[in-house]
């Protein structure tokens, strides 16, 4: 049946043929390029995650599929609008510790620094909690107050959403104390695989059946995908916590992890109003169809560089170490191999979407293809990010955090503020064009930066140079 309103949707079945050979070619390929350019076990963790990253994308395009035929434009609208929100809060309800925890619990495995590595654990679990609890419960309280008169569903979605915020408060935690301790794959698979899959077949019964279906029996369906990804993750990382952490009673060195902590969360903040500002900002000066569009568009768009993040994950602990040992030039090589793998995969992926968009927004319903003036702008925005490379990795694993925060606050102001003027015009399209110019600008920037203050160049630019 799938396959049926696929092919009804505006991809014959050679089409589909044809772009799943070259799926497989691509990954056969990037397989076999991740071999020659970077062997041991960073390659084996690389291409892990690139497989991950390729189910991850297939499953994500798949469900986006089964959200918008089962709710509608502006259902759907309304569904992205309380995400987005829940990966805004998230941010501060993490406090930065999913960050820190990245560099500090890979410094400390490298020194063999148990104690504080186990302070680490503790403290940043118990602050995460009760914070996350705090931040969703009184956001419920404030949407139920100013939603209830213009839209009870919608409220009522908002509120039950919530849930959400320390759900993905710890997801995110665990995530990086994993990844830190450089179970890369192991830190990626509760987000990428189990929460994906699992949500997927809770949603495919109903869509099966040929049923439509409200916001907030969704949103309940994500909250128990959510959890139910969380349990598998916390399960892991008790596996996998060394056990000199067990054993050692904790140190907390509470003033150096506030200092960093601080400009972590807001790096955070800024970055998740860089992703999901645009979407807040149609939600309040457009209807539930405008950001319908836009989701659906900045959802493919995501999906196709889906390939940078894995990298930045995988790389993180790596880059910490290299840098912190002072191994400036192999430094240099793993990022400038990093750079041509990201831009290998993606810009061809961005610049065929934007060749076949009509095509692929008919996929996911006939009034979907009227953003495809706004998928193409967003993909223009994410080829400049995937040939710029790990450049916020860089600067944040070399200490240079500030420098990354007063970027991204100039990105988000330029968003803002282009956003306020095109938004209430034109819709999706002025939402589009400012996501795209901000991320690009940040980009640039923090290029250039990285160049000066690191003496390193992350972005596919320095092959070119050759």
Not at 23 to 31: G, Y
Not at 107 to 114: F, M, R, V
Request: hydrophobic residues 55%; contains cysteine; charged residues 10%.
């Amino acid at each position: 049946m799938l396959v049926q309103e696929m092919v009804e949707g505006g991809l014959g079945l050679r089409e589909r043929e044809k772009l799943q050979t070259a799926s497989r070619v691509v990954h056969s390929r990037l397989a076999g390029f991740l071999k020659g350019a970077l062997r041991g076990k960073l390659a084996c963790i690389l291409h892990a995650t690139a497989s991950l990253t390729f189910g991850q994308a297939s499953m994500s395009f798949l469900t986006n599929i089964v959200l918008t035929r089962m709710l509608g434009v502006g259902n759907y609208g309304a569904y992205a609008l309380v995400v987005s929100w829940v990966s805004l809060l998230a941010i501060p309800a993490a406090g930065g510790f999913d960050r820190l925890s990245v560099r500090e619990t890979a410094i400390y495995a490298a020194k063999g620094q148990w104690p504080l590595m186990s302070g680490l654990f503790r403290w940043s679990n118990r602050i995460t909690l009760i914070v996350s609890v705090l931040v969703g419960a009184i956001t419920a309280a404030v949407g139920w107050l100013v939603l209830r008169t213009s839209s009870t569903s919608l409220a009522w979605a908002f509120c039950i959403g919530m849930v959400l915020v320390p759900v993905a408060a710890l997801t995110q935690l665990r995530q990086g104390l994993l990844i830190g301790l450089h179970k890369v794959v192991q830190g990626q698979l509760s987000e990428k695989l189990i929460q994906p899959l699992f949500f997927l077949a809770l949603l495919l019964p109903g869509f099966m059946l040929g049923r439509k279906t409200g916001t907030v029996a969704v949103i309940v369906l994500r909250i128990m995908s959510g959890v139910v990804a969380y349990l598998a993750g916390l399960w892991m990382l008790a596996r996998h916590c060394p056990q000199e952490v067990r054993q050692t009673p904790p140190l907390y060195d509470t003033s150096n992890w506030l200092a960093s902590v601080w400009p972590l969360t807001c790096i955070g903040i800024v970055r998740a109003l860089q992703r999901q500002g645009s979407i807040v900002l149609l939600g309040i000066f457009a209807s539930t169809d405008q950001v319908g569009l836009f989701s659906v568009s900045n959802r493919i768009a995501q999906i196709l560089v889906l390939s940078l993040s894995s990298f930045n994950m995988a790389l993180a602990p790596s880059v910490a170490k290299l840098y912190a040992m002072n191994e400036r030039t192999e430094l240099q090589r793993l990022l400038t191999k990093s750079a041509c793998i990201i831009a290998l995969v993606c810009v061809p992926l961005l610049l065929g979407v934007i060749l076949l968009r009509e095509h692929l927004l008919s996929i996911f319903g006939s009034k979907f293809t009227a953003a495809a003036p706004t998928l193409a702008i967003l993909c223009a925005g994410q080829i400049v990010n995937a040939t710029t490379g790990n450049t916020g990795i860089l600067m944040n694993m070399a200490g240079h955090d500030r420098e990354t925060l007063l970027a991204t606050i100039v990105s988000v102001a330029l968003s803002a503020l282009v956003g306020l003027l095109l938004i209430p015009t034109l819709g999706a399209l002025g939402a589009a064009t400012s996501t795209s110019l901000a991320l690009a600008g940040m980009n640039l920037w923090l290029t250039y930066r990285a160049i000066k203050l690191v003496g390193i160049d992350p972005s596919i630019l320095r092959v070119m140079k050759k």
